[in-house]
T-cell receptor, first 111, second 117 residues
Framework: GQQVMQIPQYQHVQEGEDFTTYCNSS?????IQWYKQRPGGHPVFLIQ?????EVKKQKRLTFQFGEAKKNSSLHITATQTTDVGTYFCADNTGTASKLTFGTGTRLQVTL | KAGVTQTPRYLIKTRGQQVTLSCSPI?????VSWYQQTPGQGLQFLFEYFSETQRNKGNFPGRFSGRQFSNSRSEMNVSTLELGDSALYLC????????????????FGPGTRLTVL
């Protein structure tokens, strides 16, 4: 079946440093969604990418969708302690609301 | 609008028992999906209901079942609980569907944390 891997599994940065998580799929993605889950919380939708090569920005967050639609990335510029959490990519290829989640990247930010 | 609500928030059961979890979607949302989150397996799709019909199903045994009511509220049931069923069970609702295709956002509830002893 489809596998969606994320790297790294965990990253610890100092506040102000940049952070990037990568999402790689074994199959072509229809579209990719990104979620953030704070410790003890639930996944919260961040963004959806649909087109090959698409780049979207939300303040300090930059999301990219690969040209071959088999990978995606999330880059955070100048991390803040409020960025702490686990970031998941998710694919809903083919079927409404049946998300295949990536393995997640846990981000820890310290002062 | 009120968000997705799930009850109960925490539950402790013993092996062999059964459990029912409830999810109330955002008003107007007709689709409810259920996910299981564990440290080992991550977030896994259980099933999705739309207009009282199960539309999609993940790779879980038949002990996991669900249903949806006419007001879009959904329940999931796990029978004959096993230790490995300990997890955070999340439901998510969304609104737009067109022949099974969607690019709509999934809104997750806070989850029910089930512990099986």
């Amino acid at each position: 079946g489809q596998q969606v891997m994320q790297i790294p599994q965990y990253q610890h940065v100092q506040e102000g440093e940049d952070f990037t998580t990568y999402c790689n799929s074994s199959t072509t993605l229809s579209n990719i969604q990104w979620y953030k889950q704070r410790p003890g919380g639930h996944p919260v939708f961040l963004i959806q990418l649909v087109k090959s090569g698409e780049v979207k920005k939300q303040k300090r967050l930059t999301f990219q969708f690969g040209e071959a639609k088999k990978n995606s990335s999330l880059h955070i510029t100048a991390t803040q302690t409020t960025d702490v959490g686990t970031y998941f990519c998710a694919d809903n290829t083919g079927t409404a609301s049946k998300l295949t989640f990536g393995t997640g990247t846990r981000l820890q930010v310290t002062l | 609008k009120a968000g997705v609500t799930q009850t109960p928030r925490y539950l402790i059961k013993t092996r062999g028992q059964q459990v029912t979890l409830s999810c109330s979607p955002i008003s107007g949302h007709r689709s409810v999906s259920w996910y299981q989150q564990t440290p080992g397996q991550g977030l896994q799709f259980l099933f999705e209901y739309f207009s009282e019909t199960q539309r999609n199903k993940g790779n879980f045994p038949g002990r996991f079942s669900g249903r949806q009511f006419s007001n879009s509220r959904s329940e999931m049931n796990v029978s004959t609980l096993e230790l490995g069923d300990s997890a955070l069970y999340l439901c998510a609702s969304s609104s737009i569907f067109d022949r099974g295709l969607t690019t709509d956002t999934q809104y997750f509830g806070p989850g029910t944390r089930l512990t099986v002893l």
